[in-house]
């Protein structure tokens, strides 16, 4: 090439998908990966039901399956979301105010590209990737957080929030992820209600992240942006990968709060609406699949079904993590990732785990080889000696140390057995070097 094109990266990496590599190098070293990196329900055994092939097949019946969407998506399902947030009677909505995206990764990477260079939305600590990723990729320098507080069940540190967006003022949005991943904490009513007076005292708008806001459960409850934002500006991110769960239809949508009340944030989602046009439409089929299996007899019962068993599985590894020494650990109630924070000071640099395969532990060291997190070492070495597969916390842009695993396998026996390897590899590794 006459020069260099390559456009100079931010340093960071999406653990999530960049341990797959390494992964599946131990895979032809003959080791069985147990995947728990990745919150796709259908890889971990979770089967469509036989309702929802059946309105998929008989979509593809359909002239207009084949054809291009609407830019915004859909007319029919568009209307049929607005009614479910109305129906709610907190705030109205339109059809016009949502907008189609092929998944949320996609949605979220148009949030933040459309947003000016120096200024800043403020997210959580620890946060998940993609949003991470877009704030960084957008601004080309590290996130603004508030602290999730392991010790506290996860609640985040709104005092702290209110400092910051006080202080910094190029702050000009506040991103929730409720249920929050990776830490699975549900925000409670009044929480929420403390972060929209925020935003409308200091003249901000609100992300509001809700992939998983119908999976919850242990008792626990939230609410939607839509009941509590007021006339605050704002956007909720859905989708259907996590709840159907279709995750491979890529289909996730923006609702759109109070544009009408605030020019500058009209002028922001229109310049979202112009990128979006550039590429024409998202994907016709799951949009049209969104009111028929949402309405359908079978749904809700299925929808409960599943989270009985996130519940059941949440609670199995609590009980086996929860007295540990280590580490520190909170009871999942939302979404369907359970998060494990080590004690401070507890990792080092020179501990290790047995890995009886030599070409294995071989790969494993030199990998370990190089400074890196203290986590991810220990992530690395619990994948060469077990195959199990899980993500550093530090990889989700915080100082704890830790892993995140996820609450989809099937198989209650095979989950406890994974739950009560990774203890007994904690405490092997930890001590190693005592």
């Given at each position: 090439?006459?020069f260099d094109?390559?456009?100079s990266?931010?340093?960071?990496?999406?653990?999530?998908?960049h341990?797959?590599?390494?992964?599946?190098?131990?895979?032809?070293?003959?080791?069985?990966?147990v995947?728990?990196?990745?919150?796709?329900?259908?890889q971990?055994?979770?089967?469509?039901?036989e309702w929802?092939?059946?309105?998929l097949?008989?979509?593809l019946?359909?002239?207009c399956?084949y054809?291009?969407s609407?830019?915004?998506g859909?007319?029919?399902?568009r209307?049929?979301?607005a009614e479910?947030?109305?129906?709610?009677?907190?705030?109205?909505?339109?059809?016009?105010?949502?907008?189609?995206f092929?998944?949320?990764?996609?949605?979220?990477?148009r949030?933040?590209s459309?947003?000016?260079?120096?200024?800043?939305?403020?997210?959580?600590?620890?946060t998940?990737s993609?949003?991470?990723?877009?704030?960084?990729?957008?601004?080309?320098?590290?996130?603004?957080?508030?602290r999730m507080?392991?010790?506290?069940?996860?609640?985040?540190?709104i005092?702290?929030?209110?400092?910051?967006?006080k202080?910094?003022?190029?702050?000009?949005?506040?991103l929730?992820?409720?249920?929050?991943n990776?830490?699975?904490?549900?925000?409670?009513?009044?929480t929420?209600?403390?972060?929209?007076?925020?935003?409308?005292?200091?003249?901000?708008?609100?992300?509001?992240?809700?992939?998983?806001?119908?999976?919850?459960?242990?008792?626990?409850?939230?609410?939607?942006?839509?009941?509590?934002?007021?006339e605050?500006?704002?956007?909720?991110?859905?989708?259907?990968?996590?709840?159907?769960?279709?995750?491979?239809?890529?289909?996730?949508?923006?609702?759109i709060?109070?544009?009408?009340k605030?020019?500058?944030f009209?002028?922001?989602?229109?310049a979202?609406?112009?990128?979006?046009?550039?590429e024409?439409?998202?994907?016709?089929?799951?949009?049209?699949?969104?009111?028929?299996?949402?309405?359908?007899?079978?749904?809700?019962p299925?929808?409960q079904?599943?989270?009985r068993?996130?519940?059941?599985?949440?609670?199995?590894?609590?009980g086996?993590?929860?007295?540990?020494?280590?580490?520190?650990?909170?009871?999942?109630?939302?979404?369907?990732?359970?998060?494990?924070?080590?004690?401070?000071?507890?990792?080092?640099?020179?501990q290790?785990?047995p890995i009886s395969?030599?070409?294995?532990?071989?790969?494993?060291?030199?990998l370990?080889?190089e400074?890196?997190?203290?986590?991810k070492?220990?992530?690395?070495?619990l994948?060469?000696?077990?195959?199990?597969?899980?993500?550093p916390?530090?990889?989700?842009?915080?100082?704890?140390?830790?892993?995140?695993m996820?609450?989809?396998?099937?198989?209650e026996?095979k989950f406890?057995?994974?739950?009560?390897?990774?203890?007994?590899?904690?405490?092997?590794?930890?001590?190693?070097?005592?």
């Amino acid at each position: 090439m006459r020069f260099d094109i390559a456009k100079s990266g931010s340093g960071l990496v999406y653990e999530i998908r960049h341990i797959v590599n390494v992964a599946n190098q131990l895979k032809k070293s003959g080791v069985e990966v147990v995947w728990e990196n990745i919150g796709d329900p259908v890889q971990k055994g979770e089967k469509v039901p036989e309702w929802m092939r059946e309105v998929l097949a008989d979509l593809l019946h359909e002239d207009c399956t084949y054809g291009y969407s609407p830019t915004k998506g859909m007319d029919a399902t568009r209307e049929f979301l607005a009614e479910k947030v109305n129906r709610r009677g907190k705030k109205q909505i339109t059809p016009e105010d949502i907008i189609f995206f092929n998944g949320l990764g996609d949605a979220i990477a148009r949030a933040y590209s459309a947003i000016r260079l120096d200024v800043r939305i403020i997210m959580p600590e620890p946060t998940y990737s993609t949003h991470l990723l877009a704030e960084v990729h957008h601004a080309s320098f590290p996130p603004n957080t508030y602290r999730m507080n392991p010790y506290c069940d996860w609640s985040p540190d709104i005092n702290e929030l209110e400092r910051k967006v006080k202080s910094h003022k190029a702050i000009v949005g506040i991103l929730v992820i409720n249920p929050d991943n990776p830490t699975g904490y549900v925000y409670p009513e009044e929480t929420l209600i403390r972060i929209v007076d925020i935003a409308r005292r200091y003249d901000l708008f609100l992300i509001f992240d809700e992939t998983y806001h119908n999976i919850v459960y242990n008792g626990k409850k939230t609410v939607p942006l839509s009941d509590i934002i007021g006339e605050v500006p704002g956007i909720s991110m859905k989708g259907i990968s996590k709840e159907f769960p279709w995750p491979g239809s890529r289909c996730g949508w923006m609702e759109i709060y109070n544009a009408d009340k605030d020019e500058i944030f009209a002028r922001y989602i229109d310049a979202i609406l112009t990128q979006k046009m550039s590429e024409v439409c998202s994907t016709t089929l799951p949009q049209m699949a969104i009111p028929r299996i949402m309405t359908h007899p079978q749904y809700q019962p299925y929808l409960q079904e599943r989270l009985r068993h996130y519940e059941k599985l949440s609670n199995i590894a609590y009980g086996v993590l929860k007295d540990l020494p280590y580490v520190m650990v909170n009871r999942t109630c939302g979404a369907f990732y359970m998060t494990v924070v080590f004690n401070e000071a507890v990792l080092n640099n020179r501990q290790r785990l047995p890995i009886s395969q030599e070409n294995v532990r071989t790969y494993i060291e030199s990998l370990v080889a190089e400074p890196i997190e203290f986590d991810k070492r220990f992530v690395y070495y619990l994948l060469g000696a077990t195959g199990i597969c899980v993500i550093p916390l530090t990889s989700f842009f915080t100082d704890l140390p830790g892993f995140r695993m996820t609450l989809l396998e099937r198989d209650e026996a095979k989950f406890e057995h994974v739950v009560r390897t990774l203890g007994e590899k904690i405490v092997q590794y930890v001590e190693s070097t005592r």
